[in-house]
């Protein structure tokens, strides 16, 4: 069944049906822009958001909100805006939104500690967006920054005169911007449901009239809800349910993610067994890659051995993954003062990527192999940002991480640059620390030359594998559960294509 909509004298035939989706959690943050363009917050926010760039898996960088841009001088750019775009309230998205946007996150407190917030002190490094005119920003950034075109795909735009009204409290649960679904109705919080109906004047318009965003924390629940069919869409499957999807007439899609999969050591903490490079390595060493990617992820990705991924800007082909080699690692152990092992805690988030939870599981099991008895320890999403944002204090200052923790290299939205200060301790107090890092690193993000901001990268990347701050398992591929009802779907870095999808 179709129905005819209107919005401003445009018709447009879009199916009387709901769109069921289902996810781990809803944003924590609820329909705030400020608060991620990952997941979880990417499946809560990009059905009701635009922001001004995507950027591809491969790298590429292209207009959304944004018609073009150019480069003024190193610190300089000018941006043009699409025309005729309009928020869910029928106000025209202008130059005073994106200004509006980047003003509240530069100069208002009430935005310190969110994601976006850490985005620009960290990576984008914008000090100030002036209107030049409705559909002209110049944009001066603090530093030298030729990513920063990419790393605009990191930020929403909501209306902001409206948010500045309401308040950021109520406008988190009544939130306006420029995406293909609005009006969203918050049901039972993070544990619960979305209710949104297609905002017919979008710029991605939509072809299904409802959709409805739920949380199952259980990814086996998300794949029986498939079979039964109660959900069309489900993020995050395991693989090995495609036998069973399929046998019933669904599938599983998979898609490239420009992630590194992994744990951190909290290495600066004097008292911690990780602050020695040879219990690092040796880590690296008792875990078997291969055995992940064929077995658990069936054979979708391969081993992961550097923050760049293998289809991403300073990816550096000379730098393998640790093999595994247990008895090296029993002896790196035993080198480091601890023949016998130790016990340690990892903080994880089990339901946020494919297989996460065997393949916590599996690694703590091989780390008990030569003799690092993990205590697997699960946190809410809530929890992890707290901490990574220093709000909860470590037994030695700055986060407030176990002595592993989740941390995955996300590449995106700037290829590969949002993973980069995630190796520095001088962008995330509290975490790894290695001066020679710290300097590739500055120079890198300084670096206009593309060939040399390339070296700078590789070089970086081998000097942080020798480090070994972080337990790299794999390279991420998103599994999807797709109905066999659905049609059109794709997936381009979390960024699910809901307004093109119909439904049989």
Same mark, same amino acid.
């Given at each position: 069944?179709?129905?005819?909509?209107?919005?401003?004298?445009?018709?447009?035939?879009?199916q009387?049906?709901?769109?069921?989706?289902?996810?781990?959690?809803?944003a924590?943050a609820?329909?705030?822009?400020?608060?991620?363009?990952?997941? +979880?917050?990417?499946?809560?926010?990009w059905?009701?958001? /635009?922001?001004? #760039? $995507?950027v591809?898996?491969?790298? &590429? !960088?292209?207009g959304?909100?944004?018609?073009?841009?150019?480069?003024?001088?190193?610190?300089?750019?000018?941006?043009?805006?699409?025309?005729?775009?309009?928020?869910?309230?029928g106000?025209?998205?202008?130059?005073?939104?994106v200004?509006?946007?980047?003003g509240?996150?530069?100069?208002n407190?009430?935005a310190?500690?969110?994601?976006a917030?850490?985005?620009?002190?960290?990576?984008?490094?914008?000090?100030?967006?002036?209107?030049?005119?409705?559909?002209?920003?110049?944009?001066?950034?603090?530093q030298?920054?030729p990513?920063? +075109?990419?790393?605009?795909a990191?930020?929403?735009?909501? /209306?902001?005169? #409206? $948010?500045?009204?309401?308040?950021? &409290? !109520?406008?988190?649960?009544?939130?306006?911007?420029t995406?293909?679904?609005?009006?969203?109705?918050?049901?039972?919080?993070?544990?619960?449901?979305?209710?949104?109906?297609?905002?017919?004047?979008?710029?991605r318009?939509?072809?299904?009239?409802?959709?409805?965003?739920?949380?199952?924390?259980?990814?086996?629940?998300?794949?029986?809800?498939?079979?039964?069919?109660?959900?069309?869409?489900?993020?995050?499957?395991?693989?090995?349910?495609?036998?069973?999807?399929?046998?019933?007439?669904?599938?599983?899609?998979?898609?490239?993610?420009p992630?590194?999969?992994?744990?951190?050591?909290?290495?600066?903490?004097k008292?911690?067994?990780?602050?020695?490079?040879r !219990?690092?390595?040796?880590?690296?060493?008792?875990?078997?890659?291969?055995?992940?990617?064929?077995?658990?992820?069936?054979?979708?990705?391969?081993?992961?051995g550097?923050?760049?991924?293998?289809?991403?800007?300073g990816?550096?082909?000379?730098?393998?993954?640790?093999?595994?080699?247990p008895?090296?690692?029993?002896?790196?152990?035993a080198?480091?003062?601890?023949?016998?092992?130790?016990?340690?805690?990892?903080?994880?988030l089990?339901?946020?990527?494919?297989?996460?939870?065997?393949?916590?599981?599996?690694?703590a099991?091989?780390?008990?192999?030569?003799?690092i008895?993990?205590d697997?320890?699960?946190?809410?999403?809530?929890?992890?940002?707290?901490?990574?944002?220093?709000?909860?204090?470590?037994p030695?200052?700055?986060?407030?991480?176990?002595?592993?923790?989740?941390?995955?290299?996300?590449?995106?939205?700037?290829?590969?640059?949002?993973?980069?200060?995630?190796?520095?301790?001088?962008?995330?107090?509290?975490?790894?620390?290695?001066?020679a890092?710290?300097?590739k690193?500055?120079?890198?993000?300084?670096?206009f030359?593309?060939?040399?901001?390339?070296?700078?990268?590789?070089?970086?990347?081998?000097?942080?594998?020798?480090?070994?701050?972080?337990?790299?398992?794999?390279?991420?591929?998103?599994?999807?559960?797709?109905?066999?009802?659905?049609?059109g779907?794709?997936n381009v870095i979390?960024?699910?294509?809901f307004?093109?999808?119909?439904?049989?």
């Amino acid at each position: 069944m179709s129905v005819m909509l209107s919005s401003g004298g445009v018709q447009a035939q879009l199916q009387d049906e709901t769109l069921r989706f289902a996810t781990a959690t809803i944003a924590p943050a609820f329909g705030r822009p400020e608060q991620g363009t990952a997941s +979880p917050s990417v499946y809560t926010l990009w059905p009701m958001y /635009d922001s001004l #760039t $995507r950027v591809s898996p491969q790298g &590429d !960088v292209s207009g959304l909100l944004a018609s073009g841009w150019k480069n003024l001088d190193p610190t300089t750019w000018e941006l043009t805006l699409k025309r005729g775009v309009k928020f869910h309230n029928g106000k025209e998205f202008t130059a005073k939104q994106v200004a509006g946007q980047f003003g509240y996150l530069t100069t208002n407190d009430e935005a310190a500690g969110t994601v976006a917030y850490s985005t620009n002190q960290r990576q984008a490094f914008v000090a100030s967006v002036e209107r030049i005119d409705d559909y002209t920003v110049r944009i001066v950034t603090t530093q030298p920054n030729p990513e920063l +075109p990419r790393q605009l795909a990191g930020f929403w735009i909501p /209306d902001t005169e #409206t $948010r500045d009204e309401m308040g950021t &409290d !109520v406008f988190a649960k009544a939130p306006i911007g420029t995406g293909p679904y609005m009006s969203p109705k918050f049901v039972g919080g993070v544990d619960g449901f979305i209710d949104l109906v297609a905002f017919e004047g979008a710029m991605r318009k939509p072809k299904i009239a409802r959709l409805r965003i739920q949380a199952l924390s259980e990814a086996a629940t998300r794949v029986t809800s498939i079979l039964s069919d109660e959900i069309d869409i489900s993020q995050g499957v395991p693989f090995d349910s495609k036998v069973q999807l399929e046998s019933a007439g669904h599938r599983i899609d998979v898609a490239s993610r420009p992630s590194a999969m992994g744990w951190r050591f909290m290495s600066v903490r004097k008292s911690s067994p990780f602050s020695d490079v040879r !219990v690092r390595q040796a880590a690296n060493y008792a875990i078997d890659r291969q055995a992940i990617a064929s077995d658990l992820l069936g054979g979708t990705t391969v081993p992961a051995g550097q923050c760049a991924t293998r289809f991403t800007f300073g990816y550096n082909p000379d730098v393998k993954p640790y093999p595994y080699d247990p008895v090296k690692a029993k002896q790196l152990l035993a080198d480091a003062g601890f023949p016998n092992g130790f016990e340690v805690e990892a903080m994880v988030l089990p339901g946020a990527f494919p297989a996460d939870a065997e393949i916590y599981q599996f690694a703590a099991q091989q780390l008990g192999a030569i003799g690092i008895k993990v205590d697997l320890v699960n946190i809410q999403f809530a929890e992890w940002l707290d901490m990574w944002f220093a709000k909860k204090k470590g037994p030695d200052g700055g986060m407030g991480f176990s002595d592993i923790f989740q941390n995955s290299c996300h590449n995106f939205n700037a290829i590969p640059f949002d993973s980069y200060p995630n190796l520095s301790c001088k962008k995330n107090p509290g975490s790894h620390c290695d001066k020679a890092e710290e300097a590739k690193l500055d120079a890198a993000m300084g670096e206009f030359d593309v060939d040399k901001r390339r070296k700078l990268i590789q070089e970086l990347m081998v000097l942080n594998h020798d480090n070994a701050p972080n337990l790299f398992f794999v390279e991420l591929t998103d599994l999807t559960g797709l109905n066999k009802r659905v049609k059109g779907f794709y997936n381009v870095i979390q960024r699910f294509n809901f307004h093109e999808i119909t439904l049989n």
